[in-house]
């Protein structure tokens, strides 16, 4: 491996150039998959999302809510000081897509946000220095 240039990143630093460009392809393919697959339907008010929500029991401001939460999160996973801290996020959101799966709707589909919370957690520990430097620069600021 040959000497970090002042174009290499901390994190290509500490993992490699190879391993650094395959969890950066893994958060473009995560960010579109929120962005597109999961919360387009939920913003323009997709039937599939609608019916879903009103199975949960708190309607469009919640399908809104979180259409734009989650648009917010995929356009963050890949803006670098960011990307930690979506990550841990969507592991949230995960959690609470789980409970949500196992309570409404019977388990039916509960291994997605299971295997969505594992990814995103590789993906906050593999950024984890992307988060510490924006918790430093919140401090320095504040």
Known sequence: MSAPTAATTATETTLGRRPHLAVLTLQIVLALFMGIASAAPKLIGHSSAAESFDKIGFGDWFMYLTGGLELAGAIALV??????LSALAFMGLMIGAFITQV???????????????????????VRRNHTAE?????????
Do not use: D, E, M, Y
């Not at 803006?79 to 930690?84: A, D, E, K, M, N």
């Not at 924006?134 to 504040?142: D, M, P, T």
């Open 103 to 125: 309570t409404v709707f019977g388990g039916q589909h509960a291994i997605t946000p299971v295997i969505l919370f594992v990814v995103f957690g590789g993906i906050a520990w």
């Open 134 to 142: 924006l918790v430093a620069l919140v401090r320095k600021r504040l």
């Open 79 to 84: 803006i670098p000081i960011l990307s930690g």
